[in-house]
């Protein structure tokens, strides 16, 4: 990793400022960091309360920073004043990065990109946080694909060390070094990774998850996997991890595994996670998962 570093780093340029597309558990997360690590950072959703949410979860782990005594009022201060909360494109053709973190809706996420793509300059890095749609098949959608790659940061942002960098086919080498150099300065561990269905740590994790599913469809109590999986060393267990993921985004990057790799990733029976959304309880966004949150 560290060698691809060094040869990446020839072509890379500086992210000076940024942009963050939605305003959810990943984009607020990347949000925070980004300004965090001293980048100004445009936060851009169509809906103002989740602009609000972004800015106060920011505002948090702000908070907590004082509280630790890592920061003082000021540089909390000064770090939520690089966060700028927009509802428009305007300013985006400043914007060094893009980093999309809309919902995991192929669809959605091309419309989102080609609108982008207008409003930034031809400089511009445009990233998708997409925790398992193709690189390539989101490049159809924009004119620059050597301008596109993936960016995958893991939940929560602020404690996840690992990013993944996943190169499409056109992406160009200046792109992949200048979100692994953004990477660093974010305080992360890039990896670099080819396009595939759920890139890497994906097609390590859902396996997981099955197995996590089947022991529940087999009259399991989650409470009790998650005591387990905690006493096994894990931060924590398979249950909370899915209320911090979110129910919906599991079953997006379930559906697209799937159809990946049909002999080795289709789950036919229906899971616990398919009950939970179709109850709406996506997990901590909606205040219940498996577990119940104030
Ligand atoms: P989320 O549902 O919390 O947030 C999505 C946000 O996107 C919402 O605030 C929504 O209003 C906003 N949005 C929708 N359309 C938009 C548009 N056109 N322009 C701007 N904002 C728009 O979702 P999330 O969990 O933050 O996931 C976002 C992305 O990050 C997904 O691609 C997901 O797969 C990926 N991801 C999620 C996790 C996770 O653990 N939740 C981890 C890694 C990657």
């Given at each position: 990793i560290k060698k691809k570093g060094k040869k990446y780093a020839?072509?890379?340029?500086?992210?000076k400022q940024a942009a963050v597309l939605g305003a959810g558990i990943m984009g607020g997360g990347i949000a925070y960091q980004s300004a965090y690590k001293?980048?100004?950072?445009l936060m851009k959703d169509i809906k103002e309360e989740a602009i609000d949410q972004g800015l106060e979860e920011a505002a948090k782990h702000f908070a907590k920073g004082v509280e630790r005594g890592k920061?003082?009022?000021?540089?909390?201060?000064?770090?939520m004043s690089r966060i700028r909360p927009t509802l428009s494109y305007a300013e985006f053709d400043h914007v060094d990065a893009v980093i999309e973190a809309v919902v995991e809706n192929p669809k959605?996420?091309?419309?989102?990109?080609?609108?982008?793509?207008?409003k930034v300059s031809d400089q511009t890095i445009l990233a998708s946080n997409t925790s398992s749609i193709s690189i390539d098949d989101l490049a159809t959608a924009l004119k620059r694909p050597e301008n596109f790659l993936g960016m995958h940061f893991f939940n929560p942002v602020h404690r996840m060390p690992?990013?993944?960098?996943i190169r499409g086919k056109a992406t160009s080498e200046e792109a992949v070094a200048t979100v692994v150099?953004?990477?660093?300065?974010?305080?992360k561990t890039p990896i670099v990774?080819?396009?595939?269905?759920?890139?890497?740590?994906?097609?390590?994790?859902?396996p997981y998850f099955f197995g996590f599913q089947q022991l529940i469809a087999d009259g399991a109590d989650f409470a009790k996997i998650d005591k387990v999986m905690e006493k096994f060393g894990w931060p924590m267990g398979p249950a909370y991890l899915s209320d911090v993921v979110g129910m919906d985004t599991s079953q997006h990057v379930e559906e697209v595994l799937a159809a990946g790799y049909p002999d080795r990733m289709k789950q036919d029976e229906k899971s616990s996670l398919d009950v939970m959304v179709e109850n709406n309880r996506l997990g901590q966004k909606t205040g219940s998962g498996y577990y119940k949150y104030e």
């Open positions: 020839k072509v890379a340029h500086e992210v001293g980048v100004p950072t920061l003082d009022n000021r540089a909390m201060a000064e770090g959605v996420k091309k419309s989102v990109l080609a609108e982008t793509e207008e690992l990013v993944e960098v150099d953004f990477a660093h300065k974010l305080g990774v080819n396009d595939c269905p759920g890139f890497l740590v994906n097609r390590i994790l859902f």
